[in-house]
């Protein structure tokens, strides 16, 4: 045989047998990669749907703690939309993992998880009917026990299908790994066989081939030899049949390199995902734990610093003090610090409050080295990267965590923490809330215990009293006999009297309470007072006219009684309002003729107001005490002169005064009283000013009055920074001054409720009658014009107080009304919503079962009474109580004792308003 058929013959035995490797290897390595691209997909599906149960499971058991913890029917039935979402997850996933996989034992385990599920979800049932039935219900610890054993169950079958599935992945890819084996050794064998028939022919007719030959073979053999990744090369280019075995060996290497590449992206793709879910998991399982924020804290920076790698993290919460919001540290993770100034940040203050206030995250690469340490036993470094991430629910700050490693971030540990921040928002309101709740209820508790012993001591103060007035008495009856123990007496009296000044706070409680119980009951006497006064029907005789007249006359007196009383009670307690502002003397000047110039007309008395050319044209006091002490004093004035002058003057004096026991000249006001009277006899003018004390005292006095006046005068000019002197003679007058002066704070000095009430609706009550008296025609004019507005309107009146309601009613009546009555505020709302073409409501605020306030929100909630107009009626009238009641959404406010005129002004005002 000649060379050059040998030579073809060789040459065409070794073509046609490395195409025959080449096609079958290319089929093989073609086959491998679908099998294996099959098998991940399938494989991949499978265990996404293990994670998807056991995801929802451990969102089942949050929602379900939820439930537990809230007292809120909306939280709860946002809750149980959760459940059902979760449950419609977890039923479809079981549902594809059934059909995709066939395996006896991923039955079974779907099997027992779906048994235990069936159990879990009838005992949340229980828990769901019991919580809406009542959401502030505390669910039994068996139940609760039984249901957290249960769970973990699932949550182990759960991870048991999972872990089953990731198994069944990996036997896959050992079997596709053994299969590319088995591809390489055939390649090899192969190529044995081609280059044993073809060595035979080449070998002795050129030796020129046995180069590029022994190249291939050395090329080849170490392919077993190199990772997948980067295989050799055959470097040969020429255009020979080796040349083109070359080439397609080199072709073949690539796409094995590539599909390792290939094969390793989604092994890390799927267990980087597996990672995440798994680490979610855990931490999703940690949060039942957290009984308190603290807790939470602890358990969560404890947890989440070493699951991203880092070595350090901070805790800050979102606390408010005062108008500032603060984020203050509360736990931490091997953080060290000997300085205070990181414990807490303003929003805004550093990165920790730039974080807070923009509501996003900050991260921190190639930290300087002096920036922070972290420290072991053994020494310290700086960290490289830090990240400061807000933990927000509802697009509210809550906290912020700041987190430090040595190494940078991956993006899956990243996407961790995107994910585990929103859960533990969610997680922290609910615990803030829980804790508001417990807080507040340990509040009212406190609250309720403090007002019992409150109560007991004032009873007990009462009896104290009650026996010190018995035994000044029995003194007092001994004393006429017994002139020789009068210093004994004295000196006991002395005593008792400190005592009554430490309970002085006790009795201007006990005073407050009771005005507020008097003016109840006069409220309808005086109403009826009037009504029978006004004699509509004109069948009252002059007699009977007049002798209501003084019933009406005497409820007053003895409505400003009780407030004089109240007054005496504020000084006394040394807890009075005293608000300054600036102050107009002109304004002053107004006041005063405008009140008393009436007075003065009727009793032919000359009224002088005057005040000096160089005064200020305003200073700074309390407006409403000024003027209470001046009408007072005016008011004395002209009780007690019959003919003559009443002046009022007001002069810039330089008055010594006693500051650190020595004596300064102090620039003050001096307003002076001036008349010409019957006078005050020097033995009794150190005793006017005490309180229940007069010149005349004796039961044939002239003059009337209790007593309290000058004293609740004095004691307010003591609050004002000044202080009242008295000069007079008898038969000649009186001059009392108060000095005052110029500049005081403008600060309110302290006031307590139960001091102010009845200050809020009767400021008017102290004027003179005859102010009045001058707008007689005009109301009459008024009550003509009103009558229409009020005739065959119907009125609803809800109150607690049957006296009342009767006053109100034959009041009403008068003018055609139609009048209904409810005891209550929830019978007010039954009433009203059987007549709602009522036109008016009269509505009291303290009744029992259900208050003025939260009827009056009630009615406001419908729209169809949103405009009906409600006037508020109280008898503790607080100087607050106007606005609580117009927030609640009152149309008008007026207090009790009522006065009908004003009550009718008012309705003809808001009757005309709707019409």
């Known amino acids: 045989m000649k060379f050059r058929t040998k030579l073809y013959a060789s040459i065409g035995s070794i073509i046609v047998l490395i195409s025959i490797c080449v096609i079958i290897l290319m089929n093989m390595l073609e086959q491998s990669l679908v099998n294996i691209d099959v098998v991940i997909s399938d494989k991949y599906e499978r265990i996404n749907m293990a994670s998807t149960i056991k995801y929802e499971t451990v969102n089942i058991a949050r929602e379900l703690n939820g439930i537990i913890l809230n007292q809120s029917n909306e939280t709860i039935d946002t809750s149980i939309n959760v459940l059902e979402d979760s449950n419609i997850n977890i039923n479809q ?70 872990g089953l599935q990731e198994q069944e992945m990996k036997n896959e890819l050992y079997r596709s790994r053994d299969t590319y084996h088995w591809a390489v050794t055939t390649i090899y064998v192969y190529l044995a066989i081609c280059l044993s028939l073809g060595i035979g022919f080449i070998i002795w007719i050129i030796r020129g081939m046995t180069k590029n030959l022994n190249q291939v ?216 809330n829980h804790m508001k709740a417990e807080r507040l209820l340990q509040e009212s508790q406190t609250l309720t215990e403090e007002l019992q012993a409150q109560s007991e001591e004032l009873q007990l103060q009462q009896e104290e009293l009650r026996t010190t007035n018995e035994q000044l008495e029995e003194q007092y009856a001994t004393s006429v006999l017994k002139k020789e123990e009068l210093e004994k007496v004295k000196e006991e009296l002395e005593e008792k009297a400190k005592q009554l000044e430490i309970s002085s706070q006790y009795k201007s409680e006990f005073l407050a309470n009771m005005s507020h119980e008097l003016r109840t009951p006069l409220n309808s006497l005086l109403i009826l007072a009037q009504i029978l006064a006004d004699n509509g029907d004109g069948n009252l005789t002059a007699k009977q006219a007049e002798y209501i007249r003084t019933i009406y006359s005497s409820g007053n007196d003895l409505l400003h009684l009780i407030n004089d009383i109240l007054d005496l009670a504020k000084v006394e307690s040394g807890k009075l309002e005293v608000i300054h502002r600036e102050l107009d003397f002109h304004n002053v000047e107004d006041y005063i003729k405008q009140q008393f110039s009436p007075i003065a007309n009727k009793k032919n008395i000359q009224l002088i107001v005057q005040a000096e050319p160089d005064l200020p044209s305003s200073f700074y006091t309390d407006e409403h005490r000024l003027q209470q002490i001046l009408k007072n004093l005016l008011s004395n004035a002209f009780k007690f002169t019959e003919s003559g002058s009443v002046s009022l003057l007001v002069r810039n ?111 008017t009550e102290h004027e003179p009658q005859e102010v009045t008296n001058s707008m007689d025609d005009e109301e009459s004019s008024n009550k003509q014009l009103g009558a229409y507005l009020l005739k065959n309107k119907k009125v609803l009146i809800v109150d607690d107080d049957i006296r009342n309601v009767y006053a109100l009613t034959i009041a009403l009546e008068k003018y055609d009304m139609e009048i209904l009555v409810a005891d209550n505020g929830r019978e007010g709302i039954e009433v009203l919503n059987d007549n709602p073409d009522i036109d008016l409501i009269l509505m009291d605020i303290m009744m029992p079962e259900m208050d003025g306030f939260e009827a009056i929100r009630t009615i406001r909630r419908k729209s169809m009474f949103t405009t009906l107009p409600i006037i508020a009626l109280t008898a503790k009238a607080m100087k607050h109580s106007r606005k609580e009641c117009l927030n609640a959404g009152a149309t008008d406010y007026i207090s009790k004792p009522l006065n009908l005129d004003q009550l009718f002004s008012l309705m003809h005002v808001w009757l005309y308003r709707k019409e």
């Open 653 to 763: 004096v330089i008055k010594e005064t006693t500051r650190q026991q020595r004596l300064h000249g102090e620039s003050m006001l001096a307003f002076s009283v001036i008349d010409t009277g019957i006078g005050i006899a020097s033995e009794e003018q150190g005793t006017i000013f005490d309180a229940f004390k007069q010149a005349d005292g004796t039961t044939s006095r002239k003059y009337g009055g209790t007593g309290l006046g000058l004293s609740i005068c004095r004691k307010l000019a003591y609050l004002l920074g000044g202080f009242i002197e008295l000069t007079s003679q008898v038969g000649k007058g009186s001059n009392f001054t108060l000095y005052l002066p110029y500049n005081q704070v403008n600060e309110p000095k302290e006031v307590i409720d139960y001091i102010n009430e009845a200050s809020a609706g009767l400021e």
């Open 217 to 432: 073979t050395t090329v080849m053999k170490s392919v077993t030899n190199s990772s997948t990744d980067a295989l050799p090369r055959i470097e040969i280019f020429s255009k020979d049949e080796i040349g083109a075995i070359a080439t397609a060996f080199n072709k073949m290497v690539s796409e094995l390199e590539a599909h390792s590449k290939r094969e390793k992206k989604l092994i890390e793709e799927s267990e980087e995902h597996s990672w995440l879910k798994t680490k979610l998991a855990e931490i999703l399982a940690m949060y039942p734990e957290a009984k308190d924020v603290q807790m939470l804290a602890e358990l969560f920076i404890s947890k989440l610093v070493p699951m991203v790698g880092a070595s350090n993290g901070v805790f800050y919460i979102k606390t408010v003090e005062g108008n500032e919001q603060y984020l203050k540290k509360i736990a931490g993770y091997a953080f060290f610090n000997q300085n205070k100034e990181f414990e807490s940040f303003r929003m805004g203050e550093g990165l920790i409050g730039q974080c807070a206030l923009e509501k996003q995250p900050i991260f921190l690469n190639q930290v300087p080295d002096n920036y922070l340490k972290i420290r072991s036993g053994m020494g310290g470094a700086s960290p490289k990267n830090i990240i400061i991430l807000p933990i927000q629910n509802e697009d509210e700050v809550l906290a912020v965590i700041e987190i430090a490693s040595f190494e940078s971030f991956s993006p899956s540990q990243i996407m961790l923490l995107e994910e585990v921040i929103p859960t533990t928002g969610i997680t922290l309101k609910s615990i803030l």
């Open 93 to 162: 996933a079981m549902e594809s993992l059934e059909r995709i996989d066939s395996k006896e034992k991923t039955h079974e385990l779907i099997a027992k998880y779906k048994v235990l599920r069936e159990s879990y979800l009838t005992k949340v049932q229980q828990v769901i009917a019991i919580k809406k039935i009542d959401p502030k219900v505390v669910i039994q610890p068996e139940m609760l026990k039984d249901l957290k054993l249960t769970r973990e169950r699932m949550l182990q079958n759960a991870e048991l299908l999972r």
